[in-house]
């Protein structure tokens, strides 16, 4: 198991790649912060059974990216756990989809707001656990629209550029701590959130550049995401990996 006694917080991990990643990392030994926007009876459940399967811990912490006090107050709460933080999967996110000239600017900064500065707040307390401790890794979770520039993205691709920009920077100022940080950009991944924002004649033009001729799993990503957690890994900093199908 590759994650066998390491803690990791997870964002957004209710659906789609979130949920893939959090199973991946129970199967591997790790306790889990599962970081979701509200409480949720059946996701609980779902936790639990996960938790009791892979015989780990599995604790929960909600807040609402748009919101800076639940991001401090949830941060806190898990940074002040005795055991150490290892791990740290910024998975959370919005989409946005219309043409630029269709696109009004507070629209932008409310994609931005979620998508990049939350992520970068929240990041921030989690790396002051992460220091003390002078060991960790920090996987942010990006978009190859962010290296493809898709049309009709002005606000998702450049909030998920600027997270792969932040990404090498951060890397840089925390390899002397031995933390390290890489991104993912995944590509056309078969999730809720792809179905809904790809219209399907987009989808089927896309899938002709896709040179393995399909979309990825959730499951994917998540077993990229978990090389880059694990000790696999530990020379490996500031670098951002394209799963996408050699798109």
């Known amino acids: 198991m590759l994650l066998k006694n ?6 957004g991990c209710k659906r789609g790649i979130g949920k893939a990643i959090i199973e ?10 599962a970081c979701t926007r509200k409480p949720d009876d059946n996701f609980s459940k779902y936790l639990k059974k996960l938790q009791d399967e892979n015989k780990i811990i599995i604790k929960e912490a909600f807040f609402d990216l748009n919101n800076m006090d639940e991001i401090k107050e949830s941060a806190q709460k898990i940074i002040s756990e005795e055991n150490d933080i ?7 996110g919005v989409i946005h989809t219309s043409l630029f000239q269709m696109t009004p600017v507070e629209k932008i900064k409310e994609v931005f707001d979620i998508n990049y500065f939350s992520t970068l707040l929240f990041t921030q307390y989690i790396v002051k656990k992460m220091a003390k401790q002078k060991e960790g890794s920090i996987v942010n979770i990006s978009s ?3 290296i493809e520039a898709n049309e009709g993205r002005i606000a998702y691709a450049s909030s998920k550029a600027a997270l792969i920009t932040s990404t090498k920077v951060i890397a840089k100022e925390l390899g002397r701590l031995n933390i390290r940080v890489n991104a993912i950009a995944p590509g056309l991944t078969d999730t809720d959130m792809m179905r809904d924002s790809t219209p399907k004649e987009v989808l089927e033009e896309t899938l002709k550049r896709i040179p393995m001729n399909r979309i990825g799993t959730p499951d994917e990503i998540a077993n990229t995401v978990l090389f880059l957690s694990s000790d696999l890994s530990k020379y490996i900093t500031g670098q951002v990996l394209s799963v996408d199908g050699g798109m």
């Open 6 to 11: 390491k803690t990791a917080v997870v964002t």
């Open 24 to 33: 991946t990392f129970a199967k591997n030994g790790s306790n889990i912060w």
């Open 86 to 92: 290892n791990i740290l999967v910024n998975n959370a």
């Open 144 to 146: 190859s629209s962010a």
